[in-house]
């Protein structure tokens, strides 16, 4: 990162008979130590840049991975994610909808029972989408710090040393003694335009990629609600179908066994009810 640095600073302090090195002569303790402070910004800017960058890589990455999967999977809620471990964005909403419907499992039988399921499945899904974007976000803050203070830094580090610079002047002075002083304040200005460049260009770039993250998130998140839904109004319309199967053969074997007569098994239906008021078809 320093080799990066370096030859911006060599190319922008650089004089034909000066070199950069004159220029940090001429600023006083202050403005060493503004300047010191805006070189570490600079170089935590390109950490945070550069791990920003790599982390909506892998994210991306694991996402559409995921996302791949999934078209292969015969049952979203069926799917069993291990506690504890590393998920990603759209496994975290998948486990989250998974989690919500296991507290119904078994009881779906009505259509006011797939309602209050799914109430619950896209609470868990926003409250996933919600935690997931504070994660999207992370390190967004400081490089939106450094864009807008790295330069006001700088210039309280010029305020200063021209500030020293006219205070140390004498009646007799000349512009050979003003000029290095103001030019060694000068440099804080320097060195807080170059921590902001790069960070304004490194910021605008990687939230225009967490907005489009974000936006495949929710339409995602939007997606999984009605594959959830539509497997759970099949599994309530088969529970459905079996508990009425269920009571015609009690109500056929019921005189049998007033009369005192064995009854038979009866065979299980094999084929479902023509039609069933109420319910639509979820395959």
Same mark, same amino acid.
């Given at each position: 990162?320093?080799?990066?640095?370096? *030859?911006?600073?060599?190319?922008?302090?650089?004089?034909?008979?000066?070199?950069?090195?004159?220029?940090?002569?001429?600023?006083?303790?202050? @403005?060493?130590?503004?300047?010191?402070?805006?070189?570490?910004?600079?170089?935590? @800017?390109? /950490?945070?840049?550069? /791990?920003?960058?790599?982390?909506?890589?892998? %994210?991306?990455?694991? &996402?559409?991975?995921?996302?791949? #999967?999934?078209?292969?999977?015969?049952?979203?809620?069926?799917? &069993?994610?291990? #506690? /504890?471990? &590393?998920?990603?964005?759209?496994?975290?909403?998948?486990?989250?909808?998974?989690?919500?419907?296991?507290?119904?499992?078994?009881?779906?039988?009505?259509?006011?029972?797939? !309602?209050?399921?799914?109430?619950?499945?896209?609470?868990?899904?926003?409250? @996933?989408?919600?935690? !997931?974007?504070?994660?999207?976000?992370?390190?967004?803050?400081l490089l939106s710090?450094?864009?807008? /203070?790295?330069?006001?830094?700088?210039l309280l580090g010029?305020?200063? $040393?021209?500030?020293? !610079?006219?205070?140390?002047? =004498?009646?007799?002075?000349?512009?050979?003694?003003?000029? *290095?002083?103001?030019?060694?304040?000068?440099?804080? =200005? =320097?060195?807080?335009?170059?921590?902001?460049?790069?960070?304004?260009? $490194?910021?605008?770039?990687?939230?225009?990629?967490?907005?489009?993250?974000? =936006?495949?998130?929710?339409?995602f998140a939007s997606?999984?609600?009605?594959?959830?839904?539509?497997?759970?109004?099949?599994?309530?319309?088969?529970?459905?179908?079996?508990?009425?199967? #269920?009571?015609? %053969?009690?109500?056929?074997?019921? *005189?049998?066994?007033?009369? @005192?007569?064995?009854?038979?098994?009866?065979?299980?239906?094999?084929?479902?009810?023509?039609?069933?008021?109420?319910?639509?078809?979820?395959?």
């Amino acid at each position: 990162m320093k080799a990066m640095l370096s *030859p911006v600073l060599m190319f922008v302090l650089a004089d034909a008979t000066k070199g950069a090195l004159w220029y940090f002569q001429q600023m006083d303790t202050a @403005g060493l130590a503004v300047a010191g402070v805006l070189l570490i910004c600079s170089f935590i @800017g390109w /950490g945070a840049m550069i /791990g920003k960058w790599s982390d909506v890589q892998e %994210l991306r990455r694991r &996402n559409h991975a995921f996302e791949r #999967r999934l078209r292969d999977e015969p049952s979203v809620v069926a799917l &069993n994610f291990p #506690r /504890g471990s &590393n998920l990603g964005p759209y496994e975290f909403l998948v486990a989250e909808a998974v989690s919500a419907v296991q507290r119904h499992k078994g009881r779906l039988v009505r259509q006011s029972d797939v !309602t209050l399921c799914m109430g619950h499945v896209e609470n868990a899904v926003q409250r @996933g989408v919600a935690r !997931t974007m504070v994660k999207y976000e992370d390190k967004m803050v400081l490089l939106s710090s450094l864009v807008s /203070g790295g330069p006001f830094l700088g210039l309280l580090g010029t305020v200063w $040393g021209v500030m020293v !610079t006219f205070g140390a002047l =004498t009646e007799k002075a000349s512009i050979a003694q003003l000029a *290095p002083g103001v030019c060694g304040a000068l440099v804080t =200005t =320097t060195l807080g335009l170059l921590v902001a460049i790069p960070a304004t260009f $490194g910021y605008n770039y990687l939230l225009t990629q967490v907005k489009i993250m974000t =936006t495949e998130l929710e339409n995602f998140a939007s997606s999984l609600a009605d594959r959830v839904e539509l497997e759970l109004e099949g599994e309530a319309r088969r529970n459905f179908e079996a508990v009425q199967e #269920r009571e015609r %053969l009690l109500r056929a074997a019921a *005189p049998a066994v007033a009369a @005192g007569v064995p009854v038979a098994p009866a065979p299980v239906a094999t084929e479902p009810p023509a039609a069933l008021p109420g319910w639509e078809d979820a395959q």
